[in-house]
């Protein structure tokens, strides 16, 4: 049985950074891409970026590009996701997704990890 | 771009057929087989419901179809049922190596 659980929300200022994890279990976590995805209050789904099944390549979208970084750690199952320089329009649920290499298919969903921007 | 364009809301009645578009360019949807539907109900996380384009994942009702004509996907949702009624989001693969959603359709069983 698949599970991708994430850690627990999070509350930072602006300006700050977290750090969310996303552990998986039930299938070959370096057969899968790990992508990341929000969804801010009332809004739409937005990618973030992937992580390549290797761990050696990674690609972020452009409205990202210098404040995330994508890690995992293969020993435990787990990936990570970092985001710098928060703004209050972060404010969202972050959700890690399990993908199966050259589908384009979303097929393992995370229950997603509130982080809220906040002074 | 910052998403592929959906329409705000689609309603239909029960045992109707309805379609959702999901329009970008030719270097999303236009190039690229890599399309995908979700189902996302509120407060869950979302499903997949079709993949490349027209691909039925196990598990999906065959009442859910997908296509697509040049920078166009779309997803037909035949016979509705209330259990339906959920947001609707198109995905497309790009030719930057990176993925971009649609800005979702909400739909409504009469």
């Known amino acids: 049985q698949v599970q991708l659980v994430q850690s627990g929300a999070e509350v930072k200022m602006p300006g700050a950074s977290v750090k969310v994890s996303c552990k998986a279990s039930?299938?070959?976590?370096?057969?899968?891409?790990m992508h990341w995805v929000r969804e801010a209050p009332g809004q739409g789904l937005e990618w973030m970026g992937w992580?390549?099944?290797?761990?050696?390549?990674?690609n972020y979208a452009q409205k990202f590009q210098g404040r995330v970084t994508m890690t995992r750690d293969t020993s435990i199952s787990t990936a990570y996701i970092e985001l710098t320089g928060l703004i209050s329009d972060d404010t969202a649920l972050y959700y890690c997704?399990?993908?199966?290499?050259?589908?384009?298919?979303?097929?393992?969903w995370g229950p997603g990890t509130l982080v809220t921007v906040s002074s | 771009q910052s998403a592929l364009t959906q329409p705000a809301s689609v309603s239909g009645s029960p045992g109707q057929s309805i379609t959702i578009s999901c329009s970008g360019t030719s270097s999303d949807i236009g190039g690229s087989n890599l399309v995908s539907w979700y189902q996302q109900y509120p407060g869950k996380a979302p499903k997949v419901m079709i993949s490349e384009v027209s691909n039925r994942p196990s598990g999906v009702s065959n009442r859910f179809s997908g296509s697509k004509s040049g920078n166009t996907a779309s997803l037909t949702i035949s016979g509705l049922q209330a259990e339906d009624e959920a947001d609707y989001y198109c995905?497309?693969?790009?030719?930057?190596?990176?993925?971009?959603f649609g800005t979702g359709t909400k739909v409504t069983v009469l």
């Open positions: 995905s497309s693969y790009r030719s930057d190596i990176t993925y971009i």
């Open positions: 992580m390549h099944p290797n761990g050696d390549g990674t």
């Open positions: 039930g299938y070959t976590f370096t057969g899968h891409y």
């Open positions: 997704v399990g993908e199966p290499p050259g589908t384009g298919k979303f097929d393992y």
